[in-house]
């Protein structure tokens, strides 16, 4: 019998997790607080720097609206023609997880976009990127295609809890105004 004694693993967890944010300590800014942050970006970077990421945020913002609506429509309409689905919490959810995945699929290059930007460098006054195209083209030349699309599964298991949730919920009020509000009005 060994004498050495075992690290329970949570705090083997919790050491590896935190371990990775080392790399970090050289970039962390250090703010004080909110207000803090405020006057120190707008001092070191600039007044617009406060809105850098902006556009690319609105630009995913309607990928993501876009390609959920859409594709939740389109799926539970097309779920519904094949006989097999009644219109129920069934047919809600497997539509729900079908939209997040297509969402998944259109938003990934327009997210990485935007994060990059937010996070890009400006060296002697010079932005790294010029706008999220460019970021697009950059990562395409310098990290392949399939690179728009890394971490698929966990941006998908993030997003498609939320679609589901988000549509049922939004079927469920539906029918809850269809069957109580109707039934007021007469």
Request: aromatic share 14%; with cysteine; hydrophobic share 45%.
């Amino acid at each position: 019998m060994s004498n050495q004694k075992t690290v329970p693993t949570s705090i083997n967890f919790l050491f590896g997790g935190t371990a990775g944010n080392i790399i970090f300590l050289a970039e962390r800014r250090n703010y004080k607080n909110a207000f803090n942050a405020l006057a120190r970006i707008v001092k070191e970077e600039g007044f617009l720097a406060l809105w850098r990421g902006t556009i690319p945020t609105m630009g995913r913002a309607m990928v993501v609206n876009a390609a959920q609506l859409a594709s939740y429509s389109q799926s539970k309409e097309m779920l519904l023609n094949t006989g097999y689905f009644e219109n129920n919490i069934t047919l809600h959810f497997v539509s729900s997880m079908i939209s997040g995945l297509v969402t998944t699929a259109a938003s990934m290059p327009v997210d990485i976009a935007k994060t990059r930007i937010q996070n890009m460098k400006v060296v002697d006054g010079k932005p790294e990127f010029k706008g999220a195209v460019d970021v697009i083209i950059q990562v395409c030349r310098n990290e392949g295609i399939f690179s728009l699309w890394k971490g698929f599964f966990p941006y998908y298991a993030r997003l498609g809890p939320h679609t589901v949730l988000t549509f049922i919920f939004v079927e469920q009020m539906r029918n809850f105004y269809k069957t109580y509000a109707y039934s007021y009005s007469s």
